[in-house]
């Protein structure tokens, strides 16, 4: 328990189940959250669907796409849509495709 009396739950291991509090606090002092999925993309794109991922209605942070086969990274945001949880990543101005078809993992950040 923290000093404020919150109840952290603590993962061994990240969690696709169960959003984990990161014990941050955004602007207007909302908690901030942490939630692991995994998204498999059948053709090159940089549009994902987080539905699942990230709650309905959530504002998202920061997103981690992990490629499960090269290990690449990717973090640009260009867009995200709390309604529909699609998520355009790329880099602003640029029409260049950056994620190849494959499986991901996800990673987001994001308060309620």
Same mark, same amino acid.
């Given at each position: ?28 002092? *909302? #908690?901030?959250?942490?939630?692991? $999925?995994?998204?498999?993309?059948? /053709? ?8 699942? !991922? ?21 973090t640009n945001?260009?867009e995200y849509?709390? *309604? #529909?949880?699609?998520?355009?990543? $790329?880099?602003?101005?640029?029409? /260049? ?8 993992? !996800? ?6």
């Amino acid at each position: 328990m923290e000093a404020d009396g919150t109840v952290r739950k603590v993962y061994p291991v990240y969690s696709a189940t169960a959003a984990q509090n990161t014990l941050k606090k955004w602007i207007d002092n *909302s #908690t901030v959250y942490e939630r692991v $999925g995994s998204v498999t993309l059948s /053709t090159n794109t940089n549009i994902v669907s987080l539905s699942g !991922v990230v709650p309905s209605g959530a504002k998202l942070l920061g997103v981690r796409l992990i490629n499960q086969t090269t290990n690449s990274i990717s973090t640009n945001i260009i867009e995200y849509n709390s *309604s #529909t949880g699609q998520l355009i990543l $790329g880099t602003a101005g640029s029409l /260049t495709t950056l994620h190849p078809a494959g499986s991901y993992h !996800v990673i987001v950040e994001y308060v309620e």
